[in-house]
């Protein structure tokens, strides 16, 4: 392992001004969002519409660090024979690949789950990186609920997540760890809090348990956040202030950057909450974007399956990433949502 390299490509990830597009939905959440917008998902509608964004040159150039690729898209070609990956790669952005397999029921903790992938990922790793590769992501996911989460699935989770994390590194490849504490339940920012805390507590002991070097990583982790189902719902500064205090007593200084999740909020939200959070500044990482809804909810509802569409897709896709990267240096105000990008 190069940790020097790593440790590069990690802060590239989370450069100032820049953050990651998650665009790493599975087959079937895909077909979700596109039953949404009432397209068909195939294998062209799906590649089709990862071009549309890959293709915006303003924003991959701009605003976009790297993009969180599904397997099925590392290996797919533009419409005129371009791997995808070079798309990416030409507009100076850093490819990477979502390897874990998604979630399993937890044997003796009912409705909990744990995220496998692990066989054969090794095989995999060398396989991604070959053809450009250089991030990668798993996501373990906690939910909140009466008498959940348990030790036992904030335990098997994190250590799944350090495996993952100490084989990329073995492979060359910056791991994002990405623990996603749900934000579905009627649970308060308090209830958040204290779940998030034990969850990258517990994260960050598996990762030094094994070894993982923690210059060579970028976390993923949800924001202090009430359920969306609470009664209580929090102002953005409440949101911000306590995700500050929180990160700050759970992430080490060495971690490189510090991208969110944007968890099912709103993109302007989305936006808002990362701002707050830069603008009290004095932090010892950057913080920053990989949204995954939250950065193509517009563009999906603008193009809407249709060719003729694509330039506005384009266009909604360029003006979520400019006002995330504006967040991503405290530089966003509400009113620069309106003006018309130029
Ligand atoms: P959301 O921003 O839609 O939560 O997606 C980000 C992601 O990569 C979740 O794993």
């Known amino acids: 392992m190069n940790l020097a390299d790593l440790n590069k490509i990690a802060r590239a990830m989370t450069a100032p001004g820049k953050g990651l597009l998650a665009a790493d939905e599975s087959g079937g959440t895909i077909k979700k969002r596109f039953d949404a917008i009432g397209v068909e998902s195939t294998e062209n509608s799906r590649r089709d519409y990862r071009e549309m964004m890959f293709r915006s040159k303003d924003a991959m150039s701009n605003f976009i660090s790297g993009v969180i690729l599904y397997d099925e898209t590392i ?33 003796n903790c009912p409705g909990e789950l744990v995220t496998v992938g692990l066989d054969r990922l090794a095989e995999r790793l060398a396989k991604y990186y070959e053809r450009g590769a250089r991030f990668a992501k798993w996501r373990a996911v906690i939910d909140i609920g009466h008498g959940i989460p348990s030790m036992t699935a904030i335990s098997v989770n994190a250590h799944a997540l350090a495996r993952y994390a100490a084989l990329c590194q073995q492979a060359q490849i910056v791991p994002i760890v990405e623990p996603e504490v749900l934000m579905d339940g009627d649970h308060d920012i308090d209830r958040c809090v204290e779940i998030t805390t034990r969850v990258l507590n ?23 956040i009430p359920g969306k189902k609470s009664p209580t719902q929090a102002s953005i500064a409440e949101v911000a202030e306590k995700t500050v205090r929180m990160l700050k007593n759970c992430v080490p200084a060495a971690v490189p950057g510090i991208a969110f999740l944007s968890g099912g909020q709103s993109g302007e939200d989305a936006t808002a909450h990362l701002d707050a959070m830069n603008r009290i500044g004095g932090l010892p990482w950057p913080l920053t974007f990989s949204y995954g809804r939250a950065l193509q909810a517009a563009p999906q509802k603008a193009w809407a399956g249709k060719t003729e569409n694509v330039a506005a897709g384009q266009q909604a896709f360029t003006h979520r990433a400019r006002m995330n990267s504006l967040a991503s240096k405290g530089e966003w105000t509400a009113d620069q949502e309106t003006k018309k990008a130029a």
């Open 75 to 107: 290996w797919q070609d533009a419409a005129d024979g371009t791997p995808l990956v070079k798309l990416i790669e030409q507009a100076g952005a850093i490819p990477g690949i979502k390897v874990d397999e998604g979630t399993q029921a937890l044997p």
């Open 202 to 224: 517990k994260t960050f002991q598996e990762l030094r348990l094994q070894r993982v070097a923690l210059e060579g990583i970028v976390l993923k982790p949800n924001m202090a």
